[in-house]
């Protein structure tokens, strides 16, 4: 546990499955972090000889499990004050650690901080994600899980934890193949400490063919998978809640959520009714953090589709999620 007035140890974890191509400008992007900590799950493409060719970093070589056992592995074995989960096929930005050091005190469960898209070839795309900005502090942060059990969280990448947080948390539950860690962890974070966001760009997100969130790529399948992905990691989320002493959340109080349900009903991918879906719907909107415009869009968009007709399901989905 780090102690008041002291800069804080940072371990970085990085996940790999066969990223042989992207391993060392991971590991490389670190290089200012206390402990390098490379989880290999089972590649089969090279990458191992790439992480015994290079140094001061602790390798784990483990049999294929998936990402949530590699996180686990590399949590298990590092010693940090703070940890840092960094997807192998992306880079932390030069300043990275360093910012979080600076910004880090006793009551900081978690830090967050925006990301640059580049493609496979490491040339930006022109997207940033999240934008954050000075509003976003850890009260809003608070407030945001009180009216609608979400905040604008950054990806796996983005995200340094504290140890006192992971030691709660940890190890995480193998609860589905495809949900991502760290929309689990950051509905978590706020019970434990204060999210700080920092409104800079500290890292690169990497889009390309075969990465396991396919974050670019719309299909049908997709939207089906994370809306389904939704409502497991809620349930895993209310199971831990519940064992230790808290009230659960309800995922269609999130109008992210509840605008792909719709989705998926008009699409034909779902059997839910509709009806009673919609002023949930509506709600879980009106109380989101955005513009009205914002808002009065994705109501008329949940009011469009209680038309029956697929065909104009599809071309929404389309336009909204491409």
């Not at 979400?150 to 995480?172: H, I, K, Q």
């Given at each position: 546990m780090e102690v008041a007035g002291k800069r804080p140890t940072v371990s970085v974890?990085?996940?790999?499955?066969?990223?042989?191509?992207?391993?060392?400008?991971?590991i490389e992007s670190a290089r200012t972090a206390d402990e390098i900590i490379v989880v290999d799950d089972g590649s089969t493409d090279g990458s191992i000889d790439v992480i015994n060719g290079l140094t001061g970093i602790t390798p784990i070589l483990k049999p294929n499990g998936g990402h949530v056992s590699a996180v686990n592995a590399g949590f298990a074995a590092s010693h940090g004050d703070v940890v840092i989960f960094l997807d192998a096929d992306d880079r932390l930005g030069a300043d990275c650690i360093a910012a979080v050091k600076a910004k880090w005190t006793p009551k900081v469960s978690k830090v967050q901080w925006g990301l640059r898209g580049v493609d496979a070839d490491g040339t930006p795309t022109g997207s940033l994600f999240p934008e954050f900005t000075d509003r976003h502090t850890p009260q809003w942060c608070q407030e945001q899980m009180r009216r609608q059990h979400?905040?604008?969280?950054?990806?796996?990448?983005?995200?340094?934890?504290?140890?006192?947080?992971?030691?709660?948390?940890?190890?995480?539950p193998q609860y589905a193949k495809y949900v991502v860690v760290d929309d689990y962890m950051s509905v978590l974070a706020p019970y434990v400490g204060d999210v700080v966001s920092l409104a800079y760009v500290f890292g690169e997100y990497r889009f390309h063919a075969g990465q396991m969130s396919s974050i670019s790529q719309f299909t049908e399948d997709r939207l089906e998978r994370d809306t389904n992905d939704d409502e497991v990691r809620y349930g895993a989320v209310n199971d831990f809640l519940v064992q230790h002493g808290h009230t659960r959340l309800d995922v269609l109080r999130w109008s992210q959520h509840t605008i792909k349900r719709i989705f998926l009903i008009r699409l034909g991918r779902s059997r839910e009714k509709i009806w009673p879906l919609l002023p949930r719907h509506i709600t879980a909107t009106l109380s989101q953090d955005t513009g009205l415009d914002s808002k009065v869009k994705n109501i008329i968009l949940g009011l469009v589709l209680m038309i029956p007709y697929r065909p104009l399901a599809s071309w929404l989905a389309r336009v909204k999620y491409t």
């Open positions: 974890v990085i996940t790999n499955y066969n990223y042989g191509r992207y391993i060392s400008g991971a979400w905040y604008v969280a950054s990806a796996t990448s983005g995200n340094a934890w504290s140890r006192a947080f992971l030691d709660w948390v940890m190890p995480l």
